[in-house]
Each structure stands twice: as structure tokens, then as C-alpha cells.
């Protein structure tokens, strides 16, 4: 069965500096992973996956993940937030036709 | 093109009351999913399609649940009797079917049940 973690609920962080949301997943058959973004009343949208290839995966808007194999993990980093980043963070891993998304960190930034 | 259509994005209702939510998937999309959002229970899967098809339907609450998907760009999920305890906000998302494809949300449709 799959599982998708992410320990934190809620991390508050203040503006410009470095942040670190952590996912961690167990399946028992191939998965690719993603982490997705939600503003306040807003869907879901993709913020970057990994497929396959290089273990280091980035987005347009300064985010990155890297994919640890070994560790089951997607961590996702930023060296410098922004008051915009505020928001809910899902990671998700996806098989042929279902995706199992974790319970969601909710990152503040503060002034 | 337009994305995930939801309609309504909300809906007031009274407990007892019947109620559809629509969603229309991207064109060519061929897989298409209902989650519902809460505070308390966060992102939940209530049923999926592939190719207009039920493949897992697990996630819905109960009876009172069911989804429908009778062509390729429409959806609907209905709920009869609704229930306060069904307020939640209820996305539909679609995508092409496959490993390395990612879902497309729609707005959501807010309810609230009275």
C-alpha cells in the first residue's frame, strides 16, 4: 500500500529566509512524485515532479525538491521565501492511475 | 484552454436537500478524480474514473454519495439526503492517464449545509 507523509502542518518561517518542507513516502511499486501548491480559495496546481533522471528537481518560482531514493524522501527547499509563498504545500505520489497526496503543510511567512 | 470547469463554486443548502456539483474536465483528458477538502480530515479521494469508467470509489463517505461520469466531459457528484457534516469545499481534477502526468484542478465548489 502507499503512503504519503509530511510531518509538519504548519511551519511558520520569516521573509528571505531558507525553508525546508519535508515528505516522505512508502510504496511497493513504482511511483513518481510530485509536490502541488494551494493558495487561500484556490485548487491545486503543480509546483514541480520527478520522474526520473537527475534527483534534483526545480520550479520556475525559486522552489526545489530532491528526490533521496534510500531515504523515501521529497523534501522541498527554498533558499529565500517570499510573502507570496504562503500557502498550503501537498507532496503526492502518483502510480499508472491513482495519486495518493500527504495531509498537507501549511507554510506562513512572516514579515 | 479554460482548465477544470466547476459549477456551482457555491452552494447554500438545507439538510435533506439534494445536491449536484458539476465538473467539466480538460479535453482530452481521460481520467478524472473528486476530492473533498476539510479542515478536519484535509484532502480526501472520494472516487476516480478512467475513460468514463468507476475504477475506485472507496473514498466516498456512504450512500448518500454517488458520481456519475456519462461522456468524456462531464461529471457530477450528488449527494442525497446532504448532511451538515458534508460542508467541505469539493474539487474535481482531471488528467491523462499515465505515470508521469499530473492532475489539473478545478476551483472547487464550496458547500455548506445547513
Known amino acids: 500500500a502507499q503512503s504519503v507523509t509530511q510531518l509538519d502542518s504548519q511551519v511558520p518561517v520569516f521573509e528571505e529566509a531558507p525553508v525546508e518542507l519535508r515528505c516522505n513516502y512508502s510504496?511497493?511499486?513504482?511511483?513518481?512524485l510530485f509536490w502541488y501548491v494551494q493558495y487561500p480559495n484556490q485548487g491545486l496546481q503543480l509546483l514541480l515532479k520527478y520522474l526520473s533522471g537527475s534527483t534534483l528537481v526545480e520550479s520556475i518560482n525559486g522552489f526545489e525538491a530532491e528526490f533521496n531514493k534510500s531515504q523515501t524522501s521529497f523534501h522541498l527547499r527554498k533558499p529565500s521565501v517570499h510573502i507570496s509563498d504562503t500557502a498550503e504545500y501537498f507532496c503526492a505520489a502518483q502510480t499508472y492511475d491513482k495519486v495518493i497526496f500527504g495531509p498537507g503543510t501549511s507554510l506562513s511567512v512572516i514579515p | 484552454d479554460a482548465g477544470v470547469i466547476q459549477s456551482p463554486r457555491h452552494e447554500v443548502t438545507e439538510m435533506g436537500q439534494e445536491v449536484t456539483l458539476r465538473c467539466k474536465p480538460i479535453?482530452?483528458?481521460?481520467?478524472l478524480f473528486w476530492y473533498r477538502q476539510t479542515m478536519m480530515r484535509g484532502l480526501e479521494l472520494l472516487i476516480y474514473?478512467?475513460?468514463?469508467?468507476?475504477?475506485?470509489d472507496s473514498g466516498m463517505p456512504e450512500d448518500r454519495f454517488s458520481a456519475k461520469m456519462p461522456n468524456a466531459s462531464f461529471s457530477t457528484l450528488k449527494i442525497q439526503p446532504s448532511e451538515p457534516r458534508d460542508s467541505a469545499v469539493y474539487f474535481c481534477?482531471?488528467?491523462?492517464?499515465?505515470?508521469?502526468?499530473?492532475?489539473?484542478f478545478g476551483p472547487g465548489t464550496r458547500l455548506t449545509v445547513t
Open positions: 474514473f478512467n475513460n468514463n469508467v468507476p475504477i475506485d
Open positions: 510504496s511497493s511499486v513504482s511511483v513518481y
Open positions: 479535453s482530452g483528458h481521460n481520467s
Open positions: 481534477a482531471s488528467r491523462v492517464a499515465g505515470l508521469s502526468y499530473e492532475q489539473y
